[in-house]
């Protein structure tokens, strides 16, 4: 875990618009404040992402899902459930329609075209701390120019954004050979009507969701 004063340090900087990358349990993300439009602004330039496509989000507890989806058919919240249960925290991104509540929050260059929200509760306690210090989420898209390779330690970050801020959870000093957890990214799942649908499968593979969907199998 970060100590408290180095975990401030990187919140009180986000909070002022800043874009940082910081590990996860899967790849490097870049990281910006979710509920502040010139942040997200900055994070799309900096890797020249479509903003039709949106952003996806680490969240610091399951239950915001519950504060931010549209209402659901039953089968799709049971099966929604059933895999925040399994596989969170970790490396499976859901996929649901936002609220009134969060699109009043949220950036609205955070959701899809069809106000689309993606999400995941990461298992890093480094990126569940972030989001928790601004308010219950912070962005994870990955660290790269859009269309090309993520990097994968902070080495790789350095050389694609040189002036950006690095998030090193093994200490304040930023080592640059700190790497993530895993060279997968994590799974995309859409889970807004029955049967669900991989968007990308990554760090889950597919016979792992299966046998937990009932009604809304792949």
């Known amino acids: 875990m970060l100590k408290g004063v180095f975990v401030e340090t990187f919140v009180e900087r986000l909070q002022r618009g800043e874009v940082v990358a910081y590990p996860t349990e899967t790849l490097i993300a870049l990281g910006a404040n979710p509920f502040d439009t010139l942040a997200v602004e900055r994070l799309i330039e900096l890797k020249e992402r479509p903003t039709e496509k949106g952003i996806p989000l680490i969240i610091d507890m399951a239950c915001r899902v519950d504060e931010w989806v549209e209402a659901e058919d039953l089968h799709c919240a049971q099966g929604r459930k059933s895999l925040q249960e ?21 950036s609205p260059l955070i959701f899809g075209s069809d106000f689309s929200l993606a999400v995941r509760l990461s298992s890093s306690p480094v990126a569940r701390e972030l989001a928790k210090g601004l308010g219950g989420a912070i962005t994870s898209t990955s660290a790269n120019i859009s269309s090309r390779p993520s990097a994968t330690s902070f080495k790789e970050v350095r050389q694609i954004f040189p002036e950006l801020l690095l998030v090193d959870k093994l200490s304040a000093s930023n080592s640059e050979g700190a790497s993530s957890g895993n060279s997968l990214a994590s799974t995309i799942l859409d889970v807004r009507k029955c049967p669900f649908r991989i968007l990308r ?9 299966v046998g937990l969907l009932g009604d809304c199998s792949l």
Do not use: Y
């Open 86 to 106: 399994r596989f969170w925290p970790g490396p499976l991104t859901i996929v649901f329609t936002a609220n009134s509540r969060a699109r009043e929050i949220f």
């Open 201 to 209: 499968e990554g760090a889950i593979g597919r016979e792992q969701l």
